[in-house]
């Protein structure tokens, strides 16, 4: 039995534990608030503030786990490198939490180091320093944190004047202590995907189905599995996923994003775990969720294939409001459709635009993957998150 240290305990975090739990491993779930998803199953549970690099330590030197496996951005992940000197095994590697946590430091690698095709991007440090970068990439583009997720302090820029608050904005929403953000040529792409990809100890790297995905303020709306694309697109997608997790090293489940263009395939991003567009595969449309692939990838346990089972879609159930004790309505409408069903997270608080749960739709292999998607967003807006 494996002792596996979380560090975030969201909805990822909860279904990771519970495919762990399903096979007998320990949990330690950590985060930085009490209740967090994956602590309400986990068999300990630790609050700290991950970016404070002794406390992580303490945590690390109390449980002395098998497995170090990062959730969140915001852990100071430069500790991970002496944890892997002391005989830690970080998820998927020390170099890969450090690169991927960080979007300078995994677009470098993936445009100058890999020679992957990237939007054309700059960095900027002040809003002087975001006007000047502005003016060289042009208008509309896109500015990120370094640090964040879930789209939190992403906008697009579309007019000169949208640059102090999209910079005021990008701070905000920042995640650790790296006032720093990447500006990004603006692509004119047919589709996003995501592309998981499972890198093992002694086995071959695969790929799960492409996942189509719809996006709003930075985050996820709706995903759908598979998304339609042409097979010279997904062979380039699946050559660029194994070169960058390749020279990342370490073992797990990889969500690579890609832009899909006329003129080709654009890296855009690199999470070194599951994946929230992933969720989709809760629908059973795999023979192995993402969070089951991740796991057993993580133990070493051999994966022979990824199969599709059938076509699923999932649509994020949102909070409208503030909360500390929110509740839901309309579950029993989602519940009385067929082919579907759902995951509620158990947040302990909801606030404007907080991923509250999901509802997952599904049908065969032969079906209508778009009529699928619909009955997720559908279904999805039915549901309503309300303070009791």
Known sequence: MAKILLLGSGELGKEFTIAAKRIGQTVIAVDS???????QIADMTEVINMLDGHALDAIVEKY????????????????????E???????????????????????????????????????????????????????????????????????????EADVKNAWNYSQAGSRGDVAEVIVEAFINFNYEITLLTVTQQNGKTLFCPPIGHRQERGDYMESWQPATMENSALNEAQQMAEKVTTALSGCGIWGVEFFVADDGVYFSELSPRPHDTGMVTLAKTQNFNEFELHLRAVLGLPITEITQERIGASAVILASENSQNP???????????????????????????????????YDA????????????????????????
Do not use: H
């Open 33 to 39: 608030y009490e209740n967090a998803p994956a602590a």
């Open 64 to 83: 002395k786990p098998d497995y170090i496996v990062p959730e969140i951005e915001a852990i100071r992940t430069e500790r991970f490198y002496e944890y």
């Open 85 to 159: 000197k002391q005989g830690y095994t970080v998820i998927p590697s020390a170099k890969a939490a450090n690169f991927t946590m960080n979007r300078k430091a995994i677009r470098d690698l993936a445009a100058k180091e890999l020679g992957l095709k990237t939007a054309e991007y700059r960095y900027a440090t002040s809003v002087e320093s975001l006007k000047k970068a502005v003016l060289e990439i042009g208008i509309p583009c896109v500015i990120k944190p370094l640090m964040s997720s879930s789209g939190k302090g992403q906008s697009i820029i579309k007019t």
């Open 327 to 361: 509740t839901f309505e309309g579950l029993e409408t989602v519940a009385a459709s067929p082919k579907t069903d759902f995951r509620i997270f158990g947040k302990p608080t909801s606030r404007p635009y907080r991923r509250m749960g999901v509802v997952l739709t």
């Open 365 to 388: 292999l032969n079906g209508n993957i778009s009529e699928v998607t619909e009955k997720a967003k559908k279904l999805a807006s039915e549901v309503k998150v309300i303070s009791k």
